[in-house]
């Protein structure tokens, strides 16, 4: 495992650093810019979050497929995981930031691009996310009754 950090915030991943690094598809999801391209040099699970296709008011559609998955820490709440990756929402509070979760499957010699999320859709961001660049496809797996909920529980 190797250590990544952007703005004092670190993620471990099974990667090595790779140079020059790729392009983004959107360089103002990333928080300042900035980001890294990076090589899987083991196997590794991400989380996809989406709306199965269906669109929604100030929301566009997304599927299981795509290409941005949520890295680092992901116990939160739907409203916690909207505004910390800045899902596309007008209102990341709102319930249809995301309808339905998947778990991303990523095989060695995967190429991602791995930052924080910028502010670009009203949320805070600064969170780890990755973006799909190259190498074998990742293999998504819906979670089947596993439900993220809008308010936090006490253990």
């Given at each position: ?7 004092g ?99 060695i010699?995967?190429m991602?691009?791995i930052?924080l999320?910028?502010?670009k859709f ?6 780890f ?5 190259a ?21």
């Amino acid at each position: 495992m190797s250590v990544f950090s952007f703005f004092g915030k670190s993620v471990d991943l099974p990667a090595v650093l790779v140079s020059p690094k790729a392009m983004t598809r959107d360089q103002s999801a990333w928080q300042h810019g900035m980001y890294a391209t990076v090589r899987l040099i083991g196997r590794m699970s991400a989380l996809r979050v989406h709306t199965a296709g269906k669109a929604f008011p100030r929301r566009q559609a997304s599927s299981e497929e795509g290409a941005w998955i949520l890295l680092g820490d992901v116990i939160q709440t739907s409203a916690g995981l909207a505004n910390t990756r800045s899902l596309p929402t007008s209102n990341p509070g709102s319930m249809v930031a995301f309808t339905h979760t998947s778990e991303a499957h990523l095989a060695i010699n995967t190429m991602l691009n791995i930052g924080l999320a910028s502010a670009k859709f009203g949320g805070a961001g600064c969170e780890f996310q990755a973006e799909y660049v190259a190498g074998p496809n990742i293999r998504f797996v819906a979670l089947a009754g596993k439900h993220w909920h809008g308010s936090a529980g006490h253990a």
